[in-house]
């Protein structure tokens, strides 16, 4: 029972470059989430999904996109990547509205 | 939308001493208060959480008071210990949202 699995850990991009990173979770949970963490500024939300073949805007979507094709799987996508993409990235999950959150181990990403 | 504010920012205390860390969120729907810790490198993991319509909750070395009419909760730590050392993160969300808003978190540094 892992929980909440990311992949990749570590990548770095250069710019213009794109990617998907990929939240796995086991936990049978309905919502997901996607949160870049910068220094100082907590967690912000991107995107997230209240169920398979959903999505919706978090506060800070802009240059990122989102599937959620299978239940259990939630993909981030970078089509362009920038610098001001160098971030941690979490995934989450929960079971519904104002239930626990639990994250995954974080992707860190480097745009040069 | 609802804003969360954290204080300190950085908090250094003696190995056995206390800690209290504390948060104001600005919207009066907010009803589910969680907090997190974040160890280096790792996930945010949920220490401790509390709902409008309980004011104190308790659990071992940690527990957590709320406040509704001043829009704030606070976080305490008793009789702290080296690996308490880490980010601590509060967040608030309303009932009928998906959005878990965090603080800008706390850094805190138990001293042997």
């Known amino acids: 029972n892992a929980g909440v699995t990311q992949t990749p850990k570590f990548r770095v991009l250069k710019t213009g470059q794109s990617m998907t990173l990929l939240c796995a979770q086991d936990m049978n949970h309905e919502y997901m989430y996607w949160y870049r963490q910068d220094p100082g500024m907590g967690l912000r939300l991107i995107h997230y999904s209240v169920g398979e073949g959903t999505t919706a805007k978090g506060e800070v979507p802009d240059g990122y996109n989102v599937s959620r094709l299978k239940k259990q799987n939630f993909l981030l996508g970078l089509e362009s990547a920038a610098p001001s993409q160098t971030s941690v990235y979490f995934c989450?999950?929960?079971?519904?509205?104002?239930?626990?959150?639990?994250f995954g181990s974080g992707t860190q990403l480097s745009v040069l | 939308g609802e804003n969360v504010e954290q204080h300190p920012s950085t908090l250094s205390v003696q190995e056995g001493d206390s800690a209290v860390i504390k948060c104001t969120y600005s919207?009066?729907?907010?009803?589910?208060f969680p907090w997190y810790k974040q160890e280096l490198g790792k996930g945010p993991q949920l220490i401790i959480d509390?709902?409008?319509?309980?004011g104190e909750k308790k659990d071992q070395r940690i527990a957590v008071t709320l406040n509704k009419t001043a829009k704030h909760f606070s976080l305490h730590i008793t009789e702290t210990q080296p690996e308490d050392s880490a980010v601590y993160f509060c967040a608030a969300t309303p009932y009928y949202g998906q959005n878990f808003v965090f603080g800008p978190g706390t850094r805190l540094s138990v001293l042997p």
């Open positions: 989450a999950t929960n079971g519904g509205s104002g239930e626990k959150l639990f």
């Open positions: 509390i709902r409008s319509n309980v």
């Open positions: 919207d009066s729907a907010s009803n589910y």
